[in-house]
Each structure stands twice: as structure tokens, then as C-alpha cells.
């Protein structure tokens, strides 16, 4: 089944409940939670969970963490909808471990990229008109994760201090070029995007920095994220803020002293190369 695959920051309607709609009793709440713990896919049962406090949050991040092995789109759809307007560490959780989980099925671990990024950013959803169906059978691109209006949770509780981390770390694992495409480009997707918080480190032997002439050298990022590194001169104050881009393709770095070029990656040192004093021709 085909369904929309999107995170709107307007009021949305699941299954016939309002998101609109004023506070749950606690009665109709614990029934709505026990209705998803029951495994009805419906949301018209257990939309209201996000008004539900506690109790909500806790059946979601169940739901989400039980959803390994589903390959109903259209639940898993529904599912990320309606968790999406909860911030609870719960969730976070969940949606971290079945992005992690490489036994779970792509439609569930790019529902749970999906689910990072909603849980990071209210207003963070997938494009328009992009379907789970679409992304699940991959690759993606160009980078699907857009911004919609202000967005808003209806429920939220404190994150941990490691929070940052915690979004970060399943997407650097999802992203590898050993992960299946769909969930590898909707992952690195994300993880741009979280990149000015938590820096992407590149791994120090994907770079690499060589003479050429004079005082002339390139500079290589043979990783599949864009990389910005500082390069020193030694013996100097010159220093050099670039930005390299990835698979490879290499930046000519022309310094206006001559010695020994240093590349640092985050204040480490990743890379050098003596300047050997050969005229360019």
C-alpha cells in the first residue's frame, strides 16, 4: 500500500482524531494505550496518545520499538505521525535502536530516521508528495528532509544531557556504505543536517593532503560527507578554513608561505606533507 510518507507541523487528522481535540481522560487514555500494545493498526484507536502524558509517551516508544518487523507501511506511517508530537527520551530511544537494528525491515528503519528527525526538529518531515513506499525502495535523492512551518510538540519531556549524541550516533552507523541505499541516504540526509551541533568526523584515513609545487597542495576527502578542515602552515600564523567535498574530488589549496602543510579536522590532526620546493612548470 502506498501511503504519504509526511511529518506536517499543521494540526492533522489520523483515523478521524483530532490532534486539535482537548485533553484525554485518563480512562480513555490507558484504552488507547492498551489498544496499541494490542497490535491494532488503526490510529483512529490511539491517536490521542500524544495528549496522554506519561502513559502516552511510554505506549509510542513500545510501538516503536516493536515495529522491527512490520511492513505495513501505512501503520508505520501513521505511527510516525502520531509520535512525532511527542519529544519524550522514550522515543528517542526507541527510534535510535531500530534505525540501528540492520535485522529490522528498511520501511521500519527509515521510519525511524523519520522519527529522529521529528523528535530533533518539530518542524523536520519528509518532502511532499514522497511516499514510505518511494523511500523504502531507495536511493534517495536529493535530500528529502525539509522544513514545514514552525511545528509544534503537544507533549514533551526533558532529554538527557548525551541527547545530541543520541541522535547522531544510529545515524553514523545507518550511514555506511555497508547499509541498505534507502536507509543509508535518508540517514546521511539527516545526519547533515545535525551537522553543526555534532560535527561529522571523518575517518583520518579517508583524507589524505599532498604536495604538488611551489607552494601548492591537494587536499582529498575520499569519505561520502562533505568535510571542513583548517589547514596551518608551519613556521607561520597562515591558516586556512576549507571546505572539501566528498568521494574524492580534490581542492587545491595554494598557501602563501612556504613549510610544511598540517590539515586538522575538529582541532585534530589528521593529515601533513612537507613542501618539497619544486617549481610548478
Known amino acids: 500500500m502506498r501511503v504519504r510518507f509526511t511529518i506536517c507541523a499543521l494540526t492533522i487528522l489520523l483515523g478521524g482524531y483530532s490532534m486539535a481535540s482537548a485533553q484525554v481522560s485518563a480512562s480513555e487514555c490507558a484504552a488507547a ?88 526538529n518539530p518542524s523536520f518531515g519528509i518532502t511532499m508528495g514522497a511516499t514510505l513506499d518511494d ?26 544531557p548525551d541527547s545530541l549524541a543520541r541522535f547522531a550516533d544510529p545515524l553514523d552507523l545507518a550511514r555506511s556504505v555497508s547499509q541498505p541505499a534507502a536507509v543509508r541516504d535518508l540517514a546521511a540526509c539527516l545526519r547533515n543536517r545535525l551537522s553543526h551541533y555534532v560535527p561529522i568526523v571523518v575517518p583520518t584515513e579517508l583524507i589524505g593532503i599532498a604536495y604538488r609545487c611551489d607552494n601548492r597542495f591537494v587536499i582529498e576527502n575520499d569519505s561520502r560527507d562533505w568535510l571542513n578542515v583548517t589547514v596551518t ?46 617549481p610548478c612548470e
Do not use: K
Not at 91 to 114: H, K, P
Not at 147 to 155: C, D, H, N, T
Not at 247 to 263: E, I, Q
Open 135 to 160: 523511500l523504502a525502495n531507495g536511493p534517495i535523492t536529493p535530500c528529502p528532509i525539509v522544513v514545514f512551518g514552525s511545528g509544534y510538540y503537544l507533549q514533551t519531556a526533558q532529554l538527557q
Open 33 to 120: 494505550a492498551d489498544s496499541l500494545a494490542a497490535g491494532n493498526q488503526s490510529s483512529i484507536f490511539w491517536g490521542q496518545l500524544p495528549r496522554c502524558g506519561p502513559t502516552g509517551a511510554a505506549a509510542l516508544a513500545g510501538a516503536v520499538a516493536n515495529a522491527a518487523q512490520e511492513t505495513n507501511t501505512e501503520y508505520l506511517g501513521q505511527l510516525l505521525a502520531v509520535a512525532g508530537y511527542v519529544r519524550d527520551p522514550q522515543i528517542l530511544d526507541a527510534a535510535g535502536d531500530l534505525v540501528e537494528n540492520q535485522a529490522a525491515q528498511i520501511a521500519a528503519r527509515i521510519m525511524g530516521v523519520a522519527l529522529l528527525a521529528a523528535e530533533y
Open 233 to 278: 602552515i608551519d613556521g607561520t600564523t597562515e591558516s586556512a578554513d576549507l571546505a572539501v567535498p566528498p568521494t574524492g574530488a580534490p581542492v587545491l589549496f595554494s598557501a602563501l608561505h612556504t613549510g610544511t602543510a598540517r590539515v586538522f579536522q575538529h582541532g585534530v590532526l589528521v593529515a601533513d606533507a612537507d613542501n618539497l620546493g619544486i
